[in-house]
């Protein structure tokens, strides 16, 4: 879920503050910090070329719970690709695909009952510019998506009440990413996840832009 300001209000850390201050007021165990990093890569390709095997864009996220894995979102052609984290130096090498702008999701963790959330800001490398407020919600018992829809919406809506009585100007949303197109099954994986941020990702800038 990534937050959306009010119309003429603007992000900033205060509100973060205190939806980490509504997690605690549900009784929400800190559980110490995580982060995911993303990086949006473009192709290198010193010649034009008409190939669509080509992907002219990748997402590369390496995960919080997952550092030794790096993970590709190919978007044009609906793939979430896995791979070795050594993948990265691969690619400076062979020079195929540039780093252009790299992403820091990054917060603190939380345990409440069967549920982990992870709530945190969205900032470029190597700056402190807040570029948005997200907050992920995992339902420990169940792996099965379908399964567990209809208790992550019931938790969707008590957060959004209790959110609600802060008076914050702006609210969550959430977005869910379109798996099947991806050839993800029922069985939620890290590259569900990966998923997620990559979509997540795309509502950030939308927001921004608009």
Not at 33 to 46: I, P
Not at 191 to 203: E, G, K, N, V
């Amino acid at each position: 879920m990534h937050w959306q300001p009010n119309p003429g209000t603007t992000l900033n850390s205060q509100i973060l503050t205190e939806l980490c201050q509504c997690v605690e007021g549900f009784n929400g165990v800190k559980d110490g910090r995580w982060k995911t990093a993303m990086t949006f890569y473009r192709a290198m390709s010193r010649e034009p070329t008409s190939s669509s095997d080509i992907p002219r864009d990748l997402l590369g996220l390496v995960l919080h719970d997952h550092p030794s894995k790096y993970f590709f979102v190919l978007r044009v052609h609906r793939l979430v690709v896995e791979a070795d984290f050594s993948i990265q130096s691969i690619m400076e090498k062979l020079q195929s695909y540039k780093g252009r702008v790299v992403l820091n999701f990054e917060g603190f963790q939380y345990q409440l009952g069967d549920f982990k959330l992870r709530v945190g800001k969205c900032i470029p490398a190597l700056s402190e510019t807040l570029r948005g407020i997200m907050m992920e919600v995992e339902y420990l018992p169940l792996s099965s998506i379908e399964r567990s829809r209809p208790l992550l919406e019931e938790f969707f809506d008590i957060w959004q009440e209790t959110v609600a009585r802060k008076s914050l100007p702006g609210h969550f949303i959430h977005i869910e990413a379109n798996f099947a197109e991806y050839g993800l099954e029922d069985h939620y994986t890290s590259q569900h996840t990966a998923l997620q941020y990559a979509s997540c990702m795309a509502q950030l800038m939308a927001s921004v832009r608009n």
